[in-house]
């Protein structure tokens, strides 16, 4: 979007990450659906009555308006849209990772409203979903899938590097930027798979462990070559805690 001087109200977002600006403001990150991510002074929030003190959290559905120009905008306003169930315990790190993935992939000011309603669609689920349920990998797996095709770097696994359609009974390798190669030995951190495995994963198909185990190694080796050696502060964390 422009990035001239302008008013924007209305706004739906979702809260990415805030820290303290000066003695009593707020710098936000946020994602917001028709603006994508913008950075935003929340003046006087830090204040013990400020109305904003209590609106500005994460995984909660808002409503903001903002003015100015520059990197950074001024709040105008914010509301919540309405009340969500709270992320709590393993899932509010889940949350968290899917928050830094967008803060490190995604610039400024680049819109992704599909995107941005399935990221609001993935908080709900992980939200209302059971403690111990199976689908969060599901979930995160579709999410980060989603991400990289907005970005322009889609997951192909039911075609091989050269357009032909995978063989479910041949041997694969996956290579960023080229996609699936048959028959070819693989390299140190380069996925071997068969093709029933990467046509499982292109359906979104985690009924087997093992599929889910390669679809969890696979997403992570993209992430890493696109995250160019930034490590994740998120999955430094699950490394101590338990693997996403």
């Known amino acids: 979007m422009t990035s001239?001087?302008?008013?924007?109200?209305?706004?739906?977002?979702?809260?990415?990450?805030?820290?303290?600006?000066r003695e009593t403001s707020l710098v936000v990150d946020v994602f917001s659906r028709d603006y994508g991510r913008i950075g935003l002074v929340a003046r006087g929030a830090k204040r013990p009555r400020a109305a904003l003190r209590g609106v500005?959290?994460?995984?909660?559905?808002?409503e903001l308006g903002w003015f100015g120009q520059g990197e950074l905008r001024t709040l105008a306003r914010a509301e919540w849209q309405r009340a969500w169930p709270m992320l709590a315990g393993p899932r509010l790190l889940l949350g968290y990772y899917l928050n830094e993935l967008l803060q490190r992939l995604l610039a400024?000011?680049?819109?992704?409203?599909?995107?941005?309603?399935?990221?609001?669609?993935?908080?709900?689920?992980?939200a209302l979903a059971p403690r111990d349920d199976?689908?969060?990998?599901?979930?995160?797996?579709?999410?980060?899938?989603?991400?990289?095709?907005?970005?322009?770097?889609g997951l192909t696994l039911d075609a091989d590097a050269h357009g032909e359609a995978v063989d479910a009974g041949a041997s694969y390798v996956y290579r960023a930027e080229q996609?699936?190669?048959?028959?070819?030995?693989?390299?140190?951190?380069?996925?071997?798979?068969?093709?029933?495995?990467?046509?499982?994963?292109?359906?979104?198909?985690?009924?087997?462990p093992q599929v889910a185990r390669l679809a969890k190694s696979l997403m992570r080796s993209l992430?890493?070559?696109?995250?160019?050696?930034?490590e994740l502060r998120t999955r430094r964390v699950f490394i101590e805690l338990q693997d996403i």
């Open 108 to 126: 400024r000011e680049d819109a992704h409203p599909a995107l941005f309603d399935l990221y609001a669609d993935t908080l709900q689920k992980l």
């Open 4 to 21: 001239g001087k302008q008013r924007v109200d209305g706004q739906p977002a979702f809260l990415l990450q805030a820290h303290p600006y």
């Open 179 to 208: 996609g699936l190669l048959e028959g070819e030995g693989g390299s140190d951190g380069e996925l071997l798979l068969s093709g029933a495995q990467a046509l499982a994963i292109q359906a979104d198909d985690y009924t087997d």
């Open 56 to 62: 500005l959290v994460e995984f909660q559905p808002l």
């Open 134 to 153: 199976q689908r969060h990998e599901a979930l995160l797996r579709g999410f980060e899938k989603a991400l990289l095709r907005e970005l322009g770097y």
């Open 223 to 230: 992430l890493a070559h696109y995250l160019q050696g930034q």
